[in-house]
């Protein structure tokens, strides 16, 4: 082979793994960003708030109250603006579809138990925006936060 030849031959093998490394390049900003897409999407957030917290949620967004206590204990005193759908009821997975899953949700029981298990019941179902009251309807008899019961 002639020294043009080899020149030629050489340059084009270069130009062919510059090409092959942008394509590669390209290629893998492409799935990165795919998945991290992906994940935004079916991300669920569980945030767990204080009583304070919970009054300025009330304030500031159009947010769903769920009280998941039984329905006893709900009417002994509730949340204002509460819906009461018993997490021990066999029908609770079925009740919460009745909820909007891209408006937040604050849940609550007595002390936080079963309200933690129903928000991670929550983010299974897909809701986006969930929040747990820290210590339950306990905690915010505790900081003189007003209830409201049956008349």
């Given amino acids: 082979m002639n020294g043009k030849v080899k020149f030629l031959l ?5 130009i062919n793994q510059s090409k092959m490394k942008k394509i590669s390049l390209v290629l893998s900003l492409i799935f990165a960003l795919s998945l991290t ?4 999407e079916t991300q669920s ?4 708030i204080s009583p304070e917290e919970m009054q300025t949620l009330l304030e500031l967004e159009d947010v769903q109250i ?3 206590r039984t329905p006893e204990e709900h009417k002994q005193g509730y949340i204002y603006g509460s819906q009461n759908i018993d997490f021990n009821s066999p029908t609770f997975e ?5 909820l909007d899953k891209t408006k937040p949700v604050i849940l609550y029981c007595k002390s936080g138990g079963r309200s933690a298990k129903g ?3 929550l983010k299974d179902a897909g809701f986006v925006k969930i929040y747990d009251l820290k210590g339950g309807i306990t905690q915010w008899k505790f900081k003189g ?6 008349e």
């Fill in 119 to 121: 928000s991670k019941k």
């Fill in 37 to 40: 897409n992906c994940k935004k």
């Fill in 94 to 98: 079925e009740d919460i579809t009745l």
């Fill in 10 to 14: 050489y340059k084009s093998i270069k």
């Fill in 145 to 150: 936060l007003e209830l409201k019961t049956f």
């Fill in 45 to 48: 957030e569980i945030k767990v």
């Fill in 66 to 68: 769920v009280d998941v």
